[in-house]
């Protein structure tokens, strides 16, 4: 984590009106660690939804990836992840007797590590290559591979991006694949209030956690002074719009000192930071965000209570 840009985020979001800060900073190692506590939270249905995916219809996924006899492919996963749903896939393609090797990319060498490790225990004749770097410059490289490409985003990362972000991340992507590679792209799936918003807003407060942890943060790496117990965890959702966004709302005004960067930033009674989004998709949302990118959607694959859905996406 690069401390000078931290302090910069920092300084722009909490200068704006109303207050910001990115989703990005929740992940330190505590963050890491809750969130892996969020995605076992009951009302945390994603992680569950898209597993089922994976489990049940993986011969359906790789049979809508078109591999012909004899063909060589990658499987390139952009955030590494914990893999537990990738596995599904890649034992179907040995199952099939496909020829592949497995690529995660991600920008934390720790995660990858960890995650060749669990792999190899479970396939150890795997044939993995991790690649540990900025996911468009490891693209890049990889355009230059003859083999055909199946690029896996999974998780509902993409619903972290504002839609902009989002239609110039699929541009980016799009341009360093080649025709007849695929996206598999996990969103979660716009649906009622009821829900949803449980899911960013669980009984046991871990969330909450999560949310104020980035306060935590900011006072240990940037020496600030935020008073953990005057401000509270406050997520929405509307299902007409279908963005959960979280916010985190002093309860008092108060003045917060940040050292590092000379600053102090007043917040007034109820006046909310906004820390993140959580899109929710659709087939229009999608071809919105694909937009005039060479890509097109082939097929979406649901769980049994269509949730989540997994689409399959051509270059
Ligand atoms: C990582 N990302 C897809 C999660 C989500 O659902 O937006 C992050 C998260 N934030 C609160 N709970 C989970």
């Known amino acids: 984590m690069n401390l000078e840009q931290f ?29 892996v506590q969020i995605m076992n939270m009951p009302e945390y249905y994603l992680t569950r939804a898209e597993m089922e995916i ?137 649906k009622e209030k009821e829900i949803v918003l449980p899911a960013y807003n669980d009984a046991a407060g871990i969330t909450r956690d999560f949310n104020l942890n980035l306060l935590e943060r900011i006072n240990r790496e940037l020496k600030a002074n935020f008073d953990l117990a005057h401000f509270v965890h406050d997520p929405e959702y509307t299902e007409s719009e279908g963005i959960a966004k979280s916010f985190l709302k002093s309860t008092k005004r108060q003045v917060v000192k940040i050292e590092s960067i000379e600053k102090s930033f007043v917040f007034e009674e109820n006046e909310r930071i906004h820390t993140e989004i959580s899109r929710k998709y659709n087939d229009q949302i999608l071809a919105n965000i694909i937009g005039k990118s060479p890509l097109e959607v082939q097929d979406c694959f649901t769980d049994q209570k269509s949730l989540f859905g997994d689409y399959i996406i051509n270059r």
């Not at 590590?113 to 490891?138: A, C, V, W």
């Open 7 to 35: 302090k910069q985020d920092v300084l722009t979001g909490l200068s704006q009106n109303p207050k910001q800060l990115p989703s990005k900073y929740f992940y330190d190692k505590r963050g890491d660690e809750l969130f």
């Open 54 to 190: 994976f489990q049940q219809q993986s011969y359906e996924i790789i049979s809508s990836f078109n591999i012909q006899k004899g063909e060589e492919i990658e499987v390139v996963e952009l955030g590494a992840g914990d893999g537990t749903k990738t596995i599904h896939l890649l034992f179907e393609l040995i199952r099939f007797r496909v020829t592949f090797k497995y690529i995660p990319i991600d920008i934390s060498s720790n995660a990858l590590n960890g995650l060749e490790h669990r792999m190899k225990e479970e396939i150890p004749n795997l044939s993995i290559n991790t690649l540990q770097g900025d996911y468009f410059q490891m693209l890049n490289d990889l355009k230059k591979s003859p083999n055909r490409k199946i690029i896996l985003f999974l998780g509902s990362n993409i619903g972290n991006m504002s839609d902009e972000q989002a239609k110039s991340f699929i541009a980016s992507l799009s341009q360093n694949l080649n025709p007849g590679d695929k996206l598999v792209l996990g969103v979660d799936l716009i």
